[in-house]
């Protein structure tokens, strides 16, 4: 148990925590085709067959690879429906993303189903999941990641000092090496403008006047390019657990720090009325304390191959979801009291092709090619030093250096401006407490939409609002929105639950 929460961390924030113009338009329009979507079974791995028969359609679209040159070369986007059982409620199509970038969508609409998403909401649309571009069966991208390479996905490692931040350092200079040693002329083109035009040429595809959207994580900040993109033709914009923009960059990033600081009591408070259960600390203070125990200790003397930046990671990966609590809790006590046998080491590397390389590969395109970041290697240096003090929790990993810095090209076009000239059709959900994307990044969100949007904001804890999460009213407020249309007539807060 103790070494598969914490070895399996890096995947978890991998697919968790992101171009032709000079300037964005206020609408870009591309040329409708006349295409007829086939339908068909979903690629083998996409469902469980064990969980019997499934309404899940699967389908391509063939989009442009480069927007710039519409009759070039084109790749196909994967694509798959739960369509609607009942025409007569039926709206139209809502468009899926659980977040990334990297995150396998396709089967997505199913999953969504599976937590009970309203009957209401899936009599309304057809759901509409996918691969973006770049990931699993949408033209698959891979940067070339080995498991002898040690790299922690999403979120760099906690630089404890100066030489751990120098290791990873190395490390990004390498990976970035990679990345354009194994770009085939792809790699640059994965970029969330690309993917908000793919989205309207599936909906197009799709024979829809109009598309709806739910995106989470990530997904907002493709949800959030869409509708300044497109604004004519998106319809209801519902943004879950918000970046604060249509790109991650270094402010994003560094504000996962933030999110761990302000959603680490929750836990806290949780454990310490376990303690005579796990015995880490009587009081929150004390929790706090074992974790900095914990971690420095971990640090000099990995247990059962866990390091203390695994441990700090897979805290920070704990915070996603209240129901972790109590594994991560018995995970602590076992880190607390280890075996007397000796730990038991790592399995031994063979520098195959890791699982990862697609959804890693995928964030790194996207986050690198959104945005200009700096190569200055003094900046991340500081920014670790400054955040260790100023967020001691996970302030020295957020603020690590990426392969980013040291990306071989540059951005084809400026980030996506989000628009906010346009229907007042988005609505923002967000939790109060949310270590990956704290409450900051909805207000930023909102306060860049102005009139066109409104935020909710919920007095819960973790990541993921709606169909996710537990408070009723959030989900009564946005499904009332996407049913019905019904948009709050002002910033609503819902609180939380009443034991």
Known sequence: MMSHLFRSAAV????????????????????ERSVEVQWSACPDGVENPEDGPSQLQCATVSVPLDYADPDGRQIDISISRLPSRNPDARRGVLLLNPGGPGGTGLDQPKFLASLGMPQSVRDSYDLIGMDTRGVG??????????????????????????????????????????????????????????????????????GEEKASFLGYSYGSALGAAYASMFPETSDRIVLDSNIGDTHLDRDGLRRYSRGMEETFPDFAEWAATQHDRFGLGRTPKDVRDTYFDLAERLDRTPVDGINGRAFRLATFVTLYNPESY???????????????????PDPPTSGELSPNDNSWSVFLA??????????????????????????????????????????????????????NDGPANV?????????????????????????????????????????????KCAQDVVTDYLVEGTMVESDTTCPAPTP
């Open 326 to 344: 109590e594994t991560a809790a018995q995970t602590w006590q076992s880190l607390l009291q280890p075996n007397e046998a000796e730990p038991t």
């Open 137 to 206: 069966h949408s033209s698959p991208i891979g940067c070339g990641f080995t498991d002898d390479l040690e790299y922690y996905g999403a979120v760099p490692p906690y630089a404890f000092d100066k030489e751990a931040f120098a290791e990873q350092a190395a490390t990004a200079e390498e990976v970035a090496e990679r990345c354009a040693t194994n770009d085939d002329g792809r790699l640059r083109h994965v970029t969330t403008a690309n993917m908000a035009r793919d989205l309207d040429r599936i909906r197009a595809a799709l």
């Open 12 to 31: 978890a924030v991998a697919v968790t925590g992101l171009l032709v113009a000079c300037s964005q338009p206020a609408a870009e329009t591309e040329t």
């Open 427 to 471: 609505l923002i959900a967000q939790n109060r407490r949310d270590p990956v994307t704290p409450l900051r990044g909805g207000q930023l969100l909102d306060e860049k939409f102005g009139k066109r949007s409104r935020l909710l904001t919920v007095d819960g804890s973790g990541h993921g609002v709606y169909v996710l999460g537990k408070n």
């Open 366 to 419: 996207v986050t690198c090619n959104d945005v200009e970041w700096t190569g200055d290697v003094a900046a991340y240096r500081q920014s670790v030093a400054d955040d260790r003090v100023a967020y001691p929790l996970f302030g020295a990993a957020a603020a690590n250096i990426l392969p980013c810095a040291y990306w071989k090209s540059a951005p084809t076009e400026p980030p996506v401006t989000i628009e």
